[in-house]
């Protein structure tokens, strides 16, 4: 168990951890990230091995005053130590415990390792607003909240150690289900709750037929990790309903999903089909908008949350985005658009819905798409029995 921590300001606490996971019957190994060095008993991987890593000296962190940049140094070569550590197969579960900056290096480092792997983080900060979503990220990290502070070994603070111990423990039980399939049957899904019945359909309908299929909320996060994972080596194909994350972050919006959006599968030769749920609307935070946004046609899903249909001219700026990045695909790619609306947004009556204009769209992709990339248009709303049906056909025929 790799346990992570700032021996200069949590030694005796961390030693707790430690000797507590021990007691367990689990093997700990002591990572110290602190950036003045631990004080008293020796950590098995030290600042200065870490330091090292990173690509510096322990010197010259000590020596530094931008704080921000050794930070960086620091989660690099603990994130570089771990990964190798996983490699060689000599880590099963990470845990850590820290505040705000221990929070933060310790969640980098776990974020690093593979989905599956057992993470725990006890934080004296995850109730802060905004820092929660910035410890997990992508990461599938058990947070535990601390509610006192990590400060000093009081039987409250044991408390807390000791069943963040015991959920670490228990998450490594031998009879915990392995994340991947070795018979080539897991497809990832991006899902929205604008084409949520579409995507119901298509996972059902696939199901029946022996595949696992993995759903991705594509709201920004859901979908970052859905390309992380593609890396990861644990799908088989691709079905993206909901690519509107590409847009997002051509233009800076709330569901900007990262500057790689759909190339992991592309550049990997896996099988995709990509359709074209939530691409001609945008989510600007209402803070941001622009004045133009107050006259455009937009649609509210409820009281929170507000889509605001795309111009010609921004259709075709993310056309040539989505043409640039699907021409990097080694494997097959077949693109399908429903022509009657792109999702319940887009349904005849609705304010948003507009054929005509996402034309624009599918013409400006067409003539920049390689040749060996296939768009079928399917006369049907996105949420039509027959665009379900022409998905799962694709993907038969792909996977």
């Given at each position: ?119 725990v983080m006890i934080s004296s900060t995850a109730a802060l607003p905004g820092l929660s ?110 690519p509107g994350g590409v847009g997002e972050h051509l233009f800076g919006f709330m569901r ?42 937009k649609y509210d899903l409820d009281k929170f949350r507000t889509w605001i249909r795309l ?89």
């Amino acid at each position: 168990m790799l346990v992570i921590s700032t021996l200069d300001t949590k030694g005796a606490e961390t030693l707790y951890l430690r000797d507590k996971l021990a007691s367990l019957g689990l093997k700990p190994l002591l990572m110290d990230i602190s950036m003045r060095g631990s004080q008293g008993e020796a950590p098995d991987i030290t600042s200065e091995q870490i330091a090292v890593a990173g690509g510096s000296t322990f010197e010259a962190v000590c020596e530094s005053r931008d704080r921000s940049s050794i930070t960086n140094t620091m989660m690099a070569g603990a994130s570089r130590i771990a990964v190798d550590l996983l490699e060689d197969e000599k880590l099963d579960g990470v845990i850590a415990l820290g505040g705000s900056t221990g929070s933060l290096m310790a969640t980098t480092v776990m974020r690093a390792l593979a989905f599956g792997i057992p993470k725990v983080m006890i934080s004296s900060t995850a109730a802060l607003p905004g820092l929660s979503t910035r410890y997990i990220g992508t990461g599938d990290i058990l947070l535990f909240h601390s509610v006192i502070e990590i400060s000093g070994v009081t039987n409250l603070l044991k408390n807390v150690i000791d069943r963040a111990a015991y959920a670490l423990a228990g998450m490594l039980q031998e009879a915990i289900t392995s994340p991947k399939d070795q018979k080539g049957k897991t497809i990832a899904l991006t899902m929205l709750g604008p084409c949520e019945q579409c995507a119901s359909s298509v996972r059902r309908a696939l199901e029946h037929e022996g595949f696992q299929v993995i759903g991705f909320s594509a709201a920004g996060i859901g979908d970052r990790a859905m390309e992380d994972m593609i890396v990861g080596g644990f799908f088989h194909g691709v079905i993206d309903l909901a690519p509107g994350g590409v847009g997002e972050h051509l233009f800076g919006f709330m569901r900007d999903a990262g500057p790689h959006r759909l190339e992991n599968a592309g550049k990997l030769g896996l099988p995709q089909i990509i359709s074209t749920c939530s691409v001609n609307h945008m989510t600007p935070a209402k803070s941001r908008y622009k004045p133009d946004y107050h006259e455009r046609r937009k649609y509210d899903l409820d009281k929170f949350r507000t889509w605001i249909r795309l111009a010609p001219e921004e259709l075709k700026q993310v056309a040539a985005a989505f043409a640039e990045k699907l021409n990097k695909s080694t494997g097959p790619v077949t693109v399908l658009v429903p022509s009657n609306g792109w999702s319940s947004v887009d349904m005849p009556g609705n304010p948003t819905h507009d054929p005509e204009e996402d034309r624009i769209f599918v013409q400006e992709l067409s003539a920049n798409v390689n040749s060996n990339i296939n768009i079928l248009e399917v006369a049907a709303n996105m949420e039509d029995p027959e665009f379900a049906q022409a998905v799962v056909e694709s993907a038969l025929e792909l996977f």
